[in-house]
């Protein structure tokens, strides 16, 4: 399984077969059964997790005490909490398998060692922070911008993998829908 992390570096930095072996002794494999998390609210953020096999969901629990949740990844997609990872303090989500989930997970100081003996992962790192953040800001435009039937169709026309995935109460709270909202719409897209 390790090669799609090898894969996926080298759309971005060229790693050779001699120097993959170096890097993933970096990383430790996670095995996640469903509903299992991963890192809970409260708990300093001390990993960041490359997904090799389904799906992890983050979330917070509202002042209403119901789970929003705010992103998910899926193979080949890395996850964190990066403001409490970057700072080594207590996150404000959980991390939550939605389905039986393989990652890969990086510790804190394990990841500034391995940049520092291979500082090429410094362009890697540095592309999918930038490209977390631009979704992140397009994320935050569409839920401005759409009303939530434009949200669900947009996304389930560009996501279509996490619609057929990601059970419909998961994808209505990330879209900020309730449950019911969102059967309504994806029942008024089919007719």
Same mark, same amino acid.
């Given at each position: 399984?390790?090669?799609?992390?090898?894969?996926?570096?080298?759309?971005?930095? =060229?790693?050779?077969?001699?120097?993959?072996?170096?890097?993933?002794?970096?990383?430790?494999?996670? +095995? $996640? +059964?469903?509903? &299992?998390? @991963?890192?809970?609210?409260?708990?300093?953020?001390?990993?960041?997790?490359?997904? =090799?096999?389904?799906?992890?969901?983050?979330?917070?629990?509202? %002042?209403?005490?119901?789970?929003?949740?705010?992103?998910?990844?899926?193979?080949?997609?890395?996850?964190?909490?990066?403001?409490?990872?970057?700072? &080594?303090? %207590?996150? =404000?989500?959980?991390?939550?398998?939605?389905?039986?989930?393989?990652?890969?997970?990086?510790?804190?100081?394990? &990841?500034?060692? $391995? @940049?520092?003996?291979?500082?090429?992962? %410094?362009?890697?790192?540095?592309?999918?922070?930038?490209?977390?953040?631009?979704?992140? &800001?397009?994320?935050?435009?569409?839920?401005?911008?759409?009303?939530?039937?434009?949200?669900?169709?947009?996304?389930?026309?560009?996501?279509?993998?996490?619609?057929?995935?990601?059970?419909?109460?998961?994808?209505?709270?990330?879209?900020?829908?309730?449950? =019911?909202? $969102?059967?309504?719409?994806? +029942? +008024?897209?089919?007719?």
């Amino acid at each position: 399984m390790s090669e799609q992390l090898k894969h996926h570096l080298n759309k971005v930095v =060229e790693i050779t077969d001699e120097e993959f072996p170096s890097i993933l002794e970096y990383f430790e494999t996670v +095995k $996640l +059964k469903k509903k &299992q998390n @991963l890192q809970q609210i409260g708990q300093v953020c001390h990993s960041n997790y490359f997904v =090799e096999i389904g799906c992890i969901r983050m979330f917070f629990v509202n %002042e209403k005490g119901i789970e929003q949740t705010t992103q998910f990844a899926i193979e080949n997609w890395w996850i964190t909490d990066y403001l409490a990872y970057t700072f &080594q303090k %207590e996150s =404000e989500f959980t991390l939550q398998a939605v389905e039986r989930t393989t990652v890969l997970s990086i510790h804190f100081q394990a &990841q500034e060692k $391995l @940049l520092k003996e291979f500082p090429k992962l %410094e362009k890697y790192f540095r592309h999918i922070y930038q490209r977390a953040y631009a979704a992140s &800001q397009m994320r935050m435009k569409f839920m401005y911008d759409f009303s939530k039937e434009e949200l669900y169709l947009h996304f389930n026309k560009h996501f279509p993998e996490f619609v057929q995935r990601v059970p419909q109460y998961l994808l209505a709270s990330f879209l900020g829908l309730t449950p =019911e909202y $969102l059967s309504e719409i994806r +029942k +008024k897209s089919i007719s």
